[in-house]
């Protein structure tokens, strides 16, 4: 018996209905796996991003520390180069100090030997050209103390040319550090 037109739409049409509804359904499975597609591999990238700020800070750290122990060491070494400084001043202050008893003792010396002509004139040179030879001696060892207090003072001088560079290497580092800082915070996703 052959069927009527009315029946055969009547039947296609939930197959049709399952069809669209299926088809629907895979086409919305297809979305969302793209979707979450995209969402790992958004996720990736940040966890990549997140391990490059991380390496980054570390380098950063110890940059820094590197940096802050250069920069004790060079304060160490001003301090005591200023203390070998301070150290050479004094011992050329004792220098001529002795060099000025020396001087008042020659004066006396030589007026004491104008006042004993008894003492032979021999003895008198000897010992004026004794004095003279330490006075030399004490003037060359003055001379020296002054070159090496200068060449002191250039050293420090040198040095806190050395410091104040580390100093602005380090505030820039600080600023770089906290420009990354602030490019990784707004990095971040936002939550919805």
Known sequence: MARSPEKEVS????????????????????????????????????????ELSKAE??????????????????????????????????????????????????????????????????EHQSEEAKLIAEIKAMEKDKERLLTKIIQSEHEITLLSLGNKRLQEKNTNFLLIKQSHQVESTSSQPTKT
């Open 11 to 50: 039947t296609n049409e939930p197959t049709d209905h399952l069809k669209l509804k299926l088809s629907a359904s895979l086409n919305a499975c297809r979305l969302l796996q793209e979707h979450v597609f995209d969402l790992e591999s958004r996720l990736k990238k940040i966890n990549a991003q997140i």
């Open 57 to 122: 800070a570390k380098l950063n750290a110890k940059a820094l520390a590197k940096c802050m122990e250069e920069k004790e060491e060079m304060l160490g070494f001003c301090k005591r180069l200023s203390s070998l400084c301070s150290d050479l001043e004094r011992e050329c202050s004792s220098y001529e100090n002795d060099l000025r008893r020396h001087m008042e003792a020659l004066v006396e010396n030589r007026r004491e030997n104008e006042e004993l002509s008894t003492i032979s004139q021999q």
